[in-house]
């Protein structure tokens, strides 16, 4: 071969070998540049949750002692509202019932002493006292120089009365879902005041036991009675009882009730709920009377109270 055919004949796989040289450089230069390197990320510092602020005490809602008014008398009541932020409230160590709003009832026994007083209990902690000044009153006393017979009741009628006393007494204890206690009171029939509230008897200076209630006279048996203030039946007895006949009791809320005795026909049953006005029943002289006459006693609790004071002079 000649010179030129040579050279052709060698540089031509030395032109390979470049080419495949320079070949893979690209490829690992191509190679290199498309790597990225990954660093770790840092773990994150941990951090506590955060606190909510503590929310602000809400602002006690009511007056800033306490309001009250009524009859601050023997017998008598009151109508009130207790201080704002009041947790417990108490009357002359008794504890009172206050509604969503802090209102509450109390009244005073025909024996109250003439003072006593209101504390509330706040919710930080504080205490509030109102002193309360309870106005006597002259009851109408009857002295008899005869001994009052101290034989005592009978076992037969007590047999008979002890189940009586018994519903009496569970029927005062209900404590009613009723808000006849914040109303005006009126009477439940008109007629003649033949027995007042308080009116009590001394044989030979023993007392006997005073008046419990106020006793109206229509002079006639049947005449229909209306519910004083709303409330709920809690003793509408199917029977006479032994002193009271025909029984009717009604709870106005409260500890507030009011008992109607000696009835010819009761026209409600226990658990019924009455409004103020609406008729009841029928007056009569069962039981323990001497003739047709309503028997209306009011009580807080234990102590007994004056209707009259709730429902002012009779038109």
Not at 113 to 132: H, K, Q, Y
Not at 138 to 161: T, Y
Request: glycine share 12%; net charge neutral; with cysteine.
């Amino acid at each position: 071969m000649n010179r030129f055919g040579y050279m052709l004949g060698v540089s031509g796989p030395l032109m390979l070998l470049a080419g495949s040289c320079v070949g893979d450089s690209s490829r690992q230069a191509e190679e290199t540049t498309d790597v990225a390197v990954i660093q770790p990320l840092p773990s994150p510092t941990p951090t506590s949750d955060p606190q909510p602020a503590p929310l602000p005490e809400p602002e006690p809602v009511g007056p800033s002692t306490f309001v009250f008014n009524g009859e601050l008398t023997q017998g008598g009541w009151m109508r009130g509202q207790a201080p704002g932020g009041t947790v417990s409230a108490t009357i002359g160590g008794q504890s009172l019932e206050l509604d969503s709003e802090g209102r509450f009832f109390a009244a005073f026994d025909r024996d109250a002493g003439t003072g006593t007083s209101l504390v509330a209990r706040l919710r930080d902690g504080r205490t509030i006292e109102s002193p309360l000044a309870i106005s006597p009153r002259k009851w109408n006393i009857e002295r008899v120089n005869l001994a009052r017979n101290r034989g005592g009741a009978s076992e037969a009628f007590m047999r008979r009365r002890r189940p009586e006393l018994a519903q009496i007494n569970a029927a005062r204890k209900v404590d009613a879902d009723s808000t006849g206690w914040s109303q005006d009171f009126i009477w439940p029939v008109t007629g003649r005041i033949s027995g007042r509230f308080g009116n009590q008897r001394i044989y030979a200076g023993v007392p006997g036991s005073y008046h419990s209630g106020i006793d109206i006279a229509t002079g006639r048996t049947g005449t229909p009675y209306v519910a004083p203030a709303d409330g709920v039946v809690t003793l509408a007895t199917p029977q006479p009882f032994s002193l009271e006949g025909y029984l009717l009791i009604i709870d106005h809320g409260m500890g507030l009730n009011s008992a109607f005795l000696h009835n010819s026909k009761i026209v409600v049953k226990q658990g019924d709920v009455v409004k103020k006005g609406q008729y009841i029943g029928n007056i009569g002289s069962t039981g323990s009377a001497t003739g047709p006459h309503l028997h209306w006693s009011l009580k807080w609790h234990d102590r007994r109270l004056d209707p009259l004071l709730f429902t002012g002079p009779m038109n």
